[in-house]
């Protein structure tokens, strides 16, 4: 049975169901927290399901392009003189959720949330931006945007509707727009720019950081979701054919290269639903180096076969979401993608752990995921002058231990 509890509740595959479901790739973009985009998913299937919303679906999308310039650059989202703008879109997005019918419901593999959580959910979005946790909230907002790209990610998908819209929005930074096409999981396009990126350097003047990251995000596509190994060895070989790239990066392109011809060949298992048993045993293995604290995403050798392992886990969550195995694979993704370089773009372990929890209690594994969550809550409110978590957090992480048991 779902828990739902006020203010927050996640169930990341959920959300990755009602959006493939409903959008037909739909996503959007705006700056807040982790349940803004969820909310924005979710109102989405209900405009598909019910007329009368589809005013306020789009005069959510509205708001969401106002914010487009500040999700892709954490500049722009910290910057004080952003602040009422943001602010005024975030509110705005809560009147209109206000507008939906609480009384509507929306399921899909078993999962129920209602509009009235959604809305509670958007509220705090807005309370906690207005209140200045400003770099946490974009990496959950980060982060959340995985959900849309977890277990159906294994296929590209994109809105013509949404594409439409954005082609007269395409920011003018080709890194910024290629973060934001990544994002709404148009890969082929993000694809494209970051290749371009790539190669016109150093006459495009792109930043050090941004070529960096833009290789990364070749592997992740070409590993977890395109599970193209071939194609990323091509990729890279034609990066490393710009000698004037820094010398830092064509050195990981270098080991990153070796590290992918020597795996190109390798197969990524599969599992049927009565195979739970050698599934276990398959994460067990590979994660065994990672529990005892011996595992480094460094080696791009452990980076490849950790976005491989978890295009495993997704594609089995993805064809059983009801196995019995489905909070230790939460867990397993948490460990997991939280160690991926530049991961706070498209992975969202603290989802992972919190649905563990929630939905889990039960489960063995649940203290180790909240173990985990409470670990990374309280890094994103920890700054220069200490720990300051607010109320709301608090009672939300009393209750979940009270949910697993814990002191």
Known sequence: MSLHFPHRHFSPIYYEHVYA???GGLLLRGNCLKQLLSLLLVLGCIAAVRADVKDVMDRLMAQVFILTPFIVSETSFNDPANAAKISDALQEMVALSRQVSHEERISKTGFQVPATLLTEQLEDVENVFRNGS??????????????????????????????????????????????????IRNFDAAMTLYA?????????QAKPDDLEKAVYRQAFYYVRVARDLPGLSIVLQRNSANQQLPQRLQNQIKGLIAAVDAA???????FTDAQGAELRSYAETTLSEKLRGDFSLDSPENMIAALSFSSVLYQYLDAYPTTPLKPEILYWLSFSERRYPHQSLYVLPDLYLKQCVLDYPQSPVAKQCLAEYEDSVTLGFTGSSGTHIPDDVTQELNTMRQLVGAP
């Open 21 to 23: 479901h409903c959008t």
């Open 134 to 183: 400003k770099d946490y909230a974009l990496a959950n907002l980060r982060s959340t945007l995985g959900v849309c790209m977890s277990c159906h990610t294994q296929l590209p998908a994109v809105s013509t509707h949404f594409s439409t819209l954005n082609e007269s929005r395409v920011l003018v930074n080709p890194f910024e727009e290629a973060e934001f096409l990544f994002l």
């Open 196 to 204: 371009e990126l790539i190669q016109g350097y150093p006459l495009n």
């Open 264 to 270: 190109k060949d390798d197969k990524y298992p599969q």
